[in-house]
């Protein structure tokens, strides 16, 4: 297992960001004295060659879109090399553990992984078979981290840019802590992380910084789920960030309720080189807010929206547009919303597409409020069904996704796509669509990520 390429680390997608759940597990595999082989087959070529010399492949899924491309490639890598041991990582493996396990996976594990994944390459390196338990659970024990290993990956310039002032930076990724102390009934870290975080050391995260701002980064995303789980740690981030590398920009994604209780700390990172912030406002119904339990009111965004844009920094809402509970007067009054606090470039159109998802473990499964919209699990597709008590809004989200999907293709002006999605809204409530505003073709737009998706 010590020879090159033994092991093989695959990322499949990690919105748009050169993938840290490969660079992380490489910098612990070769602590321990392995060579491993990376392959992101986002931005580049399945490489038979590379599966065939391993024997352990590694696939990284941190996310729904990541498990269902991974199980393909899953399969071409059984194709290529029967003999070696598959085996899935990150939040959604062990949530469709059951599935994986019966079918293209060895082994699975998510949480705290790389001293398991370690563990792992040393039992095969042993030439036992590992024994997997039929529903293995989360690790979570605290890890020394290393700086990421991030030499064999794909360059940059490959992934999501920086739009700013009409010029694209490279950016690079890092996570301060991972995990989150919230228990949000529809996100995927609950199920797995059970309430707890872990804060990443200073000095680890300032190394992976350097070697990024080395590779020609202007810019960094903190990918925490949430940065202000730790304020303090946080915050002593970024100054150390700031002090390190002066002209270097960040973003990071709060919860709402953390921009209000820490509002007071928003100008010194807007100092700091703050600019913007990714919140999951969710829903502007406290109906939605409330079953989701996400611990704000729509009162609580606009007052998020109002304390970002006084600190100088651009907040960034993602919603789940469509959910059971969502009303069709929801979802207009959500567009109203967007226009009326100047929102429109900050919110990338696939926002008004998102649709609850329901994965296997989802905490909104014990939820009796959600059981009457409740159908059978699609274990192929790794989600739950559910149906729109109305109609018109199943005709909708189909509508929506249909016209968001195109118009990101064409690369289409954000402002007229928001247009048409709210003629789409409105024909659906039967009312005569506004006339459409003609988007100012020079206005100062918000720095943002070229990379929309965000499941």
């Not at 390429?5 to 602590?31: I, K």
């Not at 991030?150 to 950016?171: F, T």
């Not at 960040?250 to 709402?256: E, G, L, Q, V």
Request: hydrophobic share 45%; charged share 25%; proline share 8%.
């Amino acid at each position: 297992m010590r020879e090159p390429g033994a092991v093989l680390l695959v990322a499949c997608y990690e919105l748009g960001h050169q993938p840290l759940a490969v660079a992380w597990p490489a910098a612990f595999l070769e602590r321990a004295g392995y060579a491993p082989a990376v392959m992101d087959v986002s931005v580049e070529p399945f490489d038979s060659e590379r599966v065939r010399r391993a024997k352990l492949v590694a696939i990284s899924v941190p996310m729904h879109t990541a498990l269902r491309l991974g199980v393909t490639v899953a399969r071409r890598v059984r194709d290529a090399n029967p003999t070696c041991h598959i085996a899935f990582y990150g939040l959604y493996a062990t949530l469709n553990a059951r599935h994986l396990l019966s079918g293209p996976a060895d082994s699975v594990m998510s949480g705290e992984i790389e001293a398991a994944l370690v563990d792992l390459v040393r039992t095969l390196e042993g030439e036992s078979r590992p024994t997997t338990p039929a529903q293995p659970s989360p690790v979570l024990a605290k890890l020394e981290f290393p700086a990421p290993s991030r030499a064999a990956l794909p360059s940059l310039k490959k992934y999501a840019h920086l739009e700013r002032n009409d010029r694209l930076e490279l950016v690079g990724y890092v996570e301060a802590s991972r995990g989150c102390k919230h228990l949000c009934r529809h996100c995927p870290i609950p199920p797995v992380y059970g309430g707890r975080f872990f804060v990443v050391p200073v000095e680890v995260l300032l190394a992976d910084i350097r070697q990024q701002v080395d590779a020609g980064a202007t810019h960094i995303t903190f990918g925490d789920p949430d940065f202000l789980n730790g304020p303090g740690h946080a915050l002593a981030v970024a100054r150390a960030l700031h002090e390190a590398f002066p002209a270097l920009t960040f973003d990071f994604t709060a919860k709402i309720e953390h921009l209000l209780r820490h509002r007071d700390r928003l100008p010194e990172l807007a100092r700091l080189g703050c600019a913007f912030i990714v919140s999951a406002a969710e829903s502007l119904s406290d109906t939605v807010l409330a079953h989701l339990d996400k611990g704000h009111t729509r009162a609580d965004i606009e007052t998020a929206v109002r304390l970002a844009a006084e600190a100088g920094i651009t907040l960034r809402p993602t919603w789940v547009a469509f959910t059971p509970w969502t009303t069709l007067d929801d979802y207009r009054e959500l567009l109203d919303f967007v226009e009326t606090n100047g929102l429109v470039d900050a919110v990338d159109p696939v926002q008004f597409s998102i649709r609850l998802l329901l994965p296997p473990g989802s905490l909104l499964l014990e939820s009796a409020a959600l059981r009457p919209f409740l159908g059978e699990l699609v274990e192929d597709q790794f989600y739950h069904r559910w149906t729109h008590p109305d109609s018109r809004m199943e005709a909708l989200h189909a509508a929506v996704s249909s016209l968001v999907a195109g118009a990101a293709e064409r690369r289409e002006d954000a402002a007229v796509t928001f247009q048409r999605v709210r003629e789409l809204a409105d024909r659906s409530a039967g009312v005569m669509p506004r006339p459409a505003s003609a988007p100012v073709a020079r206005r100062t737009r918000p720095p943002r990520l070229t990379e929309p998706w965000f499941c």
